[in-house]
């Protein structure tokens, strides 16, 4: 077990400030409603303010805005949520938090072409083709699959059952998630005149910029003959389907279940929350962002929108209470068609 902290030691080394107990020490994390004593916790919504009140936690991180009750410890910063999570690394990330397996695994497949940088790791099972390049430091997980004349760059993570195709390109510090799929076939098809489908070879690649994230199981489709791109920074959730030519401006956050279709572009800073659809070939302009489920079916400009088709989300909000009031509206329709009448043939 690691050992505690105390809350004077937290603030010197997170440059935070604290309002309590100085040696009061933190030895665990914890949500508010189960935290205890000797752990930490913290705000991150002002709907959890009752919840902050009422906490055990022996100290709470939360922002400069936040009134603070009495008889309580705090961590105050601008970004309480960073904050704890930088203490539950402390507290909680193991000593070694890599795979027990170092180097080259002896079960590793590796073409006589391709180049290992020395410091890389290779676990068990994995296999890697001619003429792929494996930067410095970067793990490479059990039953991995990489394709021929593939560039990984420095500080990557693959996690196991990662697949990369043929002359894929990646940046540094690229994380996949086990199984994710990059390079994939985009689906492309054209019809005889028998109305049956032919394939069209997928003859592009896929380029994943630096500190690109990608969820497990998400699928990114190879090009038809230039590149499908995510930016630098963005980052996609679990089992996402990101279509051919497709590019993902930077530092995007993409939820789980979310398909973008062919030749769709988005720009920086995008926020889709889950299961979003987005039509091929629009745009979504920067510091777009579109709740969850939301139908993208032409280019938007920057703002909040919701719905399918998406609509700014103050006008799909107007929409919503006049739905949920049809019952009455239909009502007071009656009435009226009834008074009507009545006036229109008296007895």
């Known amino acids: 077990m690691k050992s505690p902290f105390s809350l004077k030691e937290l603030a010197e080394r997170l440059k935070a400030r604290f309002v309590g107990?100085?040696?009061?020490?933190?030895?665990?994390?914890?949500?508010?409603?189960?935290?205890?004593?000797?752990?930490?916790?913290?705000?991150?919504?002002?709907?959890?303010?009752?919840?902050?009140?009422?906490?055990?936690?022996?100290?709470?991180?939360?922002?400069?805005?936040?009134?603070?009750?009495?008889?309580?410890?705090?961590?105050?910063?601008?970004?309480?949520?960073?904050?704890?999570?930088?203490?539950?690394?402390?507290?909680?990330l193991p000593a070694s938090s890599h795979s027990g397996f170092t180097g080259i695994h002896p079960s590793a497949v590796i073409h006589p072409d391709a180049h290992v940088d020395p410091t890389a790791t290779i676990g068990p099972c994995a296999v890697i083709d001619r003429g792929t390049h494996i930067g410095a430091r970067t793990r490479i997980g059990s039953n991995c699959s990489i394709g021929y004349d593939v560039q990984i760059g420095d500080d990557c993570i693959l996690h196991p059952n990662s697949v990369?195709?043929?002359?894929?390109?990646?940046?540094?510090?690229?994380?996949?998630?086990?199984?994710?799929?990059?390079?994939?076939?985009?689906?492309?098809?054209?019809?005889?005149?028998?109305?049956?489908?032919?394939?069209?070879?997928?003859?592009?690649?896929?380029?994943?910029?630096?500190?690109?994230?990608?969820?497990a199981h998400t699928t990114i489709d190879r090009s038809r003959f230039k590149a499908t791109i995510i930016r630098q920074g963005s980052k996609i959730d679990n089992l996402c389907q990101i279509a051919h030519n497709v590019e993902i401006g930077p530092h995007n956050a993409i939820a789980a279940q979310t398909g973008i279709a062919g030749s769709a572009k988005t720009g920086q800073y995008v926020l889709l929350g889950g299961q979003v659809g987005v039509l091929g070939h629009v745009e979504v302009g920067d510091f777009v962002m579109i709740a969850t489920r939301g139908?993208?079916?032409?280019?938007?400009?920057?703002?909040?929108?919701?719905?399918?088709?998406?609509?700014?989300?103050?006008?799909?909000?107007?929409?919503?209470?006049h739905v949920r009031k049809l019952e009455e509206y239909a009502r007071r329709i009656k009435e009226l068609e009834q008074k009507l009448a009545a006036l229109t043939n008296p007895r």
Not at 47 to 53: G, L, N
Not at 172 to 190: D, W
Not at 299 to 311: F, M, Q, V, W
């Open 21 to 92: 107990d100085p040696n009061h020490l933190i030895s665990g994390v914890n949500t508010l409603d189960e935290a205890a004593p000797t752990d930490l916790s913290f705000l991150a919504n002002p709907r959890y303010i009752e919840a902050m009140k009422q906490s055990k936690a022996g100290v709470i991180c939360v922002a400069p805005d936040v009134a603070l009750p009495s008889e309580k410890n705090f961590l105050i910063s601008d970004n309480p949520s960073a904050t704890f999570q930088q203490v539950a690394l402390w507290l909680l």
């Open 164 to 215: 990369i195709r043929e002359r894929c390109r990646l940046g540094h510090r690229v994380i996949l998630q086990p199984g994710a799929i990059i390079g994939s076939c985009g689906f492309g098809y054209t019809q005889d005149k028998e109305g049956r489908h032919q394939k069209l070879e997928q003859l592009g690649i896929v380029i994943l910029e630096d500190d690109v994230e990608i969820g």
């Open 295 to 321: 139908g993208v079916s032409k280019s938007l400009k920057a703002g909040k929108y919701r719905g399918s088709p998406a609509i700014p989300i103050t006008e799909y909000h107007r929409q919503e209470v």
